[in-house]
Structures are given as C-alpha cells and as structure tokens.
C-alpha cells in the first residue's frame, strides 16, 4: 500500500494550490481520507476529512471556506483544493487513510511541502 502526495510547492499569499492523493493497493472508497499539516516545532493539526461511504466532509475552523476535500474512488485518488492561501498555510502536508471499519488499517504518505510567501 502505498500513499503519494503532490501538487505542493511555492505560491504567494492569496493563491491556490491543489494537492493530490494518489493510492495504490487499497480501495479509497472502503476508507476515510485525512489531509494533516505540520509545521516543524508544531503538532500535526488534522485539516479536513472526506469519510468513506457516505463522504461526508469537515474542515478545521482555520481553513473552512478556503479549502476543499474531494476523493475520486475511481482513480484512488484524493484531493485538496486550497483558496486564498496565506502564510499561515505554511506547512507539510500529509494524506492519511483509515479503513472505515478496520482501524489497524491506516496508511500515510511522506508528505509534500507548501510554502506561501511573498
């Protein structure tokens, strides 16, 4: 099972970016995706799920508004739309996915860094 992030990198505050979530050897419709950043020094702050099934989806307060959580379970793939960056957004970002009914099963990618700065 593997999880890869991409789609990170430099914008200037007010910008977007879009990071993918591409999976391989699981069924992203039998799990719930998170998006999780971390800023070094800082704990890992959950930003938004997707869950699987119904996909029912939440945000933390600090990007609701700003940023959207989508899966395609065709592609295995999972996205965040981030809008309206700011440095504040400034972090690594992680995927992460658990199995909605087996919770030993939960997997993470290694990350992908966004930077926003002007």
């Known amino acids: 099972v593997q999880l890869v992030e991409s789609g990170g990198g430099e914008v200037q505050p007010g910008g977007s970016l879009r990071l993918s979530c591409a999976a391989s050897g699981l069924m992203f419709s039998r799990y719930t995706v998170n998006w999780y950043r971390q800023v070094p020094g800082k704990e890992r702050e959950l930003v938004a799920f997707?869950?699987?099934?119904?996909?029912?989806?939440n945000y933390a307060d600090s990007v609701k508004g700003r940023f959207i959580i989508s899966k395609d379970n065709v592609k295995n793939t999972a996205y965040l739309q981030m809008n309206n960056l700011q440095p504040e957004d400034t972090a690594i970002y992680y995927c992460?996915?658990?199995?909605?009914?087996?919770?030993?099963?939960?997997?993470w990618g290694k990350g992908i860094l966004v930077t926003v700065s002007s």
């Open positions: 997707i869950m699987g099934g119904d996909e029912i989806t």
């Open positions: 992460n996915a658990n199995h909605v009914s087996y919770s030993i099963l939960t997997y």
